[in-house]
């Protein structure tokens, strides 16, 4: 039975490291730049062609 506490303290040790863990991650998602919107493909401006209508 001395074993019990050793397990369950590993098992809480183990939560709060992967909760702390994915604080950590989230945190680093959350300070990384945005992306900048540019268009891969640009086209010409539009010219109106004669007789359309």
């Keep these: 039975m001395p074993r019990l506490p050793i397990v369950v303290l590993t098992a809480v040790l183990a939560a709060a490291l992967a909760i702390a863990v994915s604080f950590g991650i989230v945190a680093l998602l959350g ?6 919107n540019d268009p891969l493909v640009t086209f010409p401006a539009a010219t109106s062609a004669s007789g359309s209508p």
Excluded: E, N
Excluded at 31 to 36: C, F, I, K, N, R
């Design 31 to 36: 300070t990384t730049p945005d992306q900048p």
